[in-house]
């Protein structure tokens, strides 16, 4: 059973649902003992579904095994109302920058006294999960685990000044599609008979040969050292809140894609997907054969099946 | 309605946005979401926008609850609504097909009509929402047809929106490589196609073949015309609403591409109200 909910919260009017099979039957929400509630936010510029209606379908899944799911759409995306930028791009980089930090924070401590909650599990999906990994920063007992799927650690390069300046040199992104591309090139007719004909595209080997001195003189750099050099685009204060998670020994899901070029991504700022460790509570899955979104090859069912068992091993009804 | 906030001083909100209820109708059982945009302006009509296609929904959905903001703003009262099975709505996407969501236009044209005063009704579709509105209002409903970007068939959207598919199989080494005639002859053998996190199933294509945009001539009881109209967008505005072309605003030589979310689409929104306020003006002559 699904609920509309609108929440003025930290000067914005939030939409949002929720999920409860409570409100079928009010009488099963009158046990002793408040309830853990997990709230998921979108990624980047999509509603509150999620592409594929995934959101949607992961808070069906965990209504179903009792707990109550928020999805909320955040200032002006999906139905809430707010000021966004006119490019894509620069809406990433504030969220990754932590512009939706200050909602999320007072929505968590809004859900948890308005429902009664013993506390939240908050997740969320690519930008959005960078913003749930913010919900750490709020320190505070009530939020009890954290849900990440395809965390992006690197800030996203835009056209804007203030932002272009800091985030010029090649990212690891960009290193890696160079890279799959000189393949391409190197097993193509066509790109020898450029070559032979001296009509070769020379910025392309140029921007390739810079990306690689970088990365090894970046490889170099780390030889011997105890703290790595990351990568120029790495979102820092990401990873202080991942890092403050860990050692706040925060339980942790991240579900990421299964692809070599993922797992080449996170490990180059010091990850390391696909290994769990207990020691701080973090489980990590990665699902092969998917994209992005996590929709494709089984991706969808996969997502649900992992989130669904995390939480219902992690956080038991009272 | 229920739910409703009570309105906080501190909030920043514009026109008529403090007004805006997000709830649900029953319908078979589902819960149907919906949006409504009152208007705090005196009431010129109101208007049912029948929304795109499920895998199109989330990549249009900002400039369409921009749209309806704009169309709150001028007059008029809105109702935006997700599909059974789609977004907010209860219900498996594969239990659904194209006479369903057509029910679902009917029930929030029927719930609208309901809402006094009475004025007239302006069903406004776009892509699949163009398409089932188009039938809909060939059947009476509504007093005003407002297409955007109709596909000229159900079948040819599905086709259209298979690109989706192929575009995921292009990043997936593994996965298999088919054609969309391919794909649509595995759906006409009987199997379940998943595109974009949705089950496409053979009966979904089936019933596509009857969905062909423009073939019914309008009725009405009175004998007087309805307006119906399929807008020409400009390039912004088709690009935002349907993806068609490259980024308009984009300068040549201007740097590292940068993707639109949230442009200015006044010019075309003005445009598009001015025309329903005269198209309801002559109505009222006639």
């Known amino acids: 059973m699904r609920k509309a909910l609108q929440l003025e919260i930290a000067g914005h009017r939030l939409f949002g649902t929720l999920h409860d ?20 936010l979108s990624f980047g510029q999509q509603p509150r579904s999620w ?6 379908s992961i808070a069906d899944r965990l209504e179903g095994f009792g707990y109550p799911t928020f999805r909320f759409d955040m200032p002006g995306l999906g139905d809430s109302p707010g000021d966004i930028p006119v490019h894509l791009e620069e809406l990433w980089r504030d969220i990754l920058d932590g512009a939706h930090e200050a909602p999320l924070h007072a929505l968590c401590e809004d859900l948890v006294r308005r429902y009664s909650l013993k506390g939240l599990v908050v997740g969320g999906f690519c930008g959005g999960a960078v913003t749930a990994l913010y919900a ?35 990212t690891v992104d960009s290193l890696q599609e160079r890279i799959d591309l000189l393949w391409l090139r190197i097993s193509s007719p066509n790109s020898w008979r ?8 020379f910025k392309f080997w140029l921007n390739l040969w810079y990306g690689l001195l970088d990365f090894t003189a970046r490889k170099l ?8 050099l990351l990568p120029p685009e790495t979102n820092h204060r990401m990873l202080n809140s991942w890092l403050l998670a860990r050692r706040r020994r925060l339980p942790t899901l991240v579900i990421s894609v299964g692809s070599p070029n993922r797992s ?31 929709l494709t090859g089984g991706g969808k069912e996969a997502v649900g099946m992992h989130i669904e068992n995390w939480v219902s091993e992690n956080f038991h009804h009272e | 309605m229920t739910n409703s906030p009570s309105r906080d001083n501190n909030i920043k909100l514009s026109g008529s946005e403090h007004l805006e209820q997000a709830d649900y109708l029953s319908i078979d059982r589902e819960q149907l979401y919906f949006v409504l945009h009152p208007t705090i302006l005196p009431l010129r009509g109101r208007v049912l926008l029948a929304g795109p296609f499920a895998s199109e929904r989330p990549h249009r959905y900002i ?11 001028n007059g008029f009262e809105v109702m935006r609504f997700d599909y059974r099975g789609v977004g907010e709505s209860t219900g498996r996407f594969e239990d659904f097909g194209f006479q369903s969501w057509s029910d679902d236009i009917s029930h929030c044209a029927n719930w609208l009509h309901s809402r006094s005063p009475a004025v007239p009704l302006i069903i406004h579709g776009l892509g699949m929402g163009a398409l089932l509105g188009d039938r809909l209002f060939a059947q009476g409903v509504g007093d005003i047809l407002l297409a955007w970007l109709p596909p000229k068939s159900a079948r040819e959207m599905l086709y259209e929106q298979l690109k989706l598919k192929l575009s995921n199989n292009y990043s997936l080494p593994s996965s298999e490589h088919k054609t969309r005639d391919q794909y649509i002859a595995c759906l006409e053998s009987g199997a379940t196609l998943e595109v974009e996190g949705h089950n496409w199933t053979p009966g979904l294509w089936a019933e596509a073949a009857e969905f062909v945009f423009g073939i019914s001539e309008p009725t009405t009881s009175t004998g007087c015309e309805r307006p119906r109209c399929v807008a020409e967008l400009d390039a912004l505005t088709a690009h935002s609403f349907g993806g068609v072309g490259p980024n308009p605003l984009r300068k040549p030589g201007g740097g590292q591409p940068m993707r639109l979310v949230n442009p200015d689409l006044s010019a075309s929104f003005n445009a598009t109200s001015v025309w329903l306020e005269e198209t309801l003006a002559k109505a009222e002559v006639s």
Do not use: C
């Open chain 1, 21 to 40: 099979r409570a409100l079928l039957s009010p009488m099963q929400n009158n046990s002793a003992s408040p309830r853990i509630g997990v709230l998921l």
């Open chain 1, 51 to 56: 592409v594929g209606d995934l959101g949607s």
């Open chain 1, 136 to 170: 750490v920063n709020l320190r505070s007992p009530l939020i009890l685990g954290l849900v990440l799927l395809e965390p992006e650690i690197a800030l996203v390069r835009t056209n804007s000044p203030t932002t272009a300046i800091a985030a010029a040199p090649l």
């Open chain 1, 194 to 201: 450029r070559l032979l004909s001296g009509k070769s595209d």
């Open chain 1, 221 to 228: 750099s780390n030889v011997g050292r105890r703290t790595k």
């Open chain 1, 264 to 294: 080449k991504y996170y490990r180059a700022y010091g990850l390391q997907p696909g290994v769990p460790d207990p020691k701080t509570a973090l489980e990590w899955f990665e699902i092969p054969n998917t994209t992005h979104a996590m």
């Open chain 2, 63 to 73: 400039p369409w609850v921009g749209w309806a903001r704009h169309l709150a703003n």
